[in-house]
């Protein structure tokens, strides 16, 4: 299933291969983590806002996909609001970004890991 920097999906009755680059894993990743309330940033990122303006392969720093035993493991660097409930945010962290690349893409996630990189002060 894994194509060094992506992963082919395998289903009968398609016409070809479809392959999702690794790229494109973490980008939905990413988009998915920032969307929960209480997370500020990716680390070695830039916000949501930015995107538009830079392009999407920015938005993939601070996201590493790996695949162990056809399944997608995620790791995320996150920088959450100060004052949040680290547990809970990081718990719905991996709850979004698990479903949303199982809905995208038809993978199946093994493991969302969350490393809380840093907290964002109101000042920022």
Do not use: F, W
Not at 43 to 48: A, E, K, L, V
Not at 62 to 72: A, F, L, P, Q, S
């Amino acid at each position: 299933m894994e194509n060094r920097n992506g992963y082919k999906i395998k289903e009968k009755g398609i016409h070809g291969d479809v392959k999702i680059a690794d790229d494109v894993i973490a980008i939905i990743a990413a988009l998915a983590a920032t969307e929960v309330s209480g997370v500020a940033r990716m680390c070695g990122n830039i916000t949501n806002e930015l995107v538009s303006k830079l392009g999407m392969q920015k938005l993939s720093k601070g996201v590493r996909v790996k695949i162990d035993n056809d399944r997608i493991i995620v790791d995320l660097a996150l920088e959450l609001e100060y004052g949040v409930n680290i547990p809970k945010v990081s718990s719905k962290v991996q709850e979004r970004v698990k479903t949303a690349i199982e809905n995208m893409t038809g993978l199946e996630v093994g493991e969302v890991n969350v490393r809380i990189a840093g907290v964002a002060m109101d000042d920022e």
